[in-house]
Nanobody, 124 residues
């Protein structure tokens, strides 16, 4: 059974930091990503990473968020610094077995496997 389980969400004040983790079991992924969805908005790709080491970030998080992966622990991370109220959303990780072109790694439809999500709330 393939499972992706996120953790690390919570409530923080603007300017604070959180580190999200996505624990993977049951399958190995070449490409993984972090996505978020705020109420009333579409799910958007925040950051992605492949085994080729190429990372992609949404413009809104560049310089503040860092995606990384610990292959030994089968865990994907998202370090989020200098958080802003507009970062508040449900954050989910996703995985794809195949290599996805870097330009499409933050596209929702490219991923088959998804976690349930972890809530991030940033107050001003």
């Amino acid at each position: 059974q393939v499972k992706l389980v996120e953790s690390g969400g919570g409530s923080v004040q603007a300017g604070g930091s959180l580190r999200l983790a996505c624990s993977v079991s049951g399958l190995s992924f070449y490409t993984m990503g972090w996505f978020r969805q705020a109420p009333g908005k579409e799910r958007e790709g925040v950051a992605s990473r492949g085994l080729d080491g190429i990372t992609e970030y949404a413009d809104s998080v560049k310089g503040r968020f860092t995606i990384s992966q610990d292959n030994g622990k089968n865990t994907l991370y998202l370090q989020m610094n200098n958080l802003k109220p507009e970062d508040s959303a449900m954050y989910s990780c996703a995985g794809a077995v195949d290599r996805i072109s870097p330009v499409r790694r933050r596209t929702v439809s490219e991923y088959k496997y998804w976690g349930q999500g972890t809530q991030v709330t940033v107050s001003s």
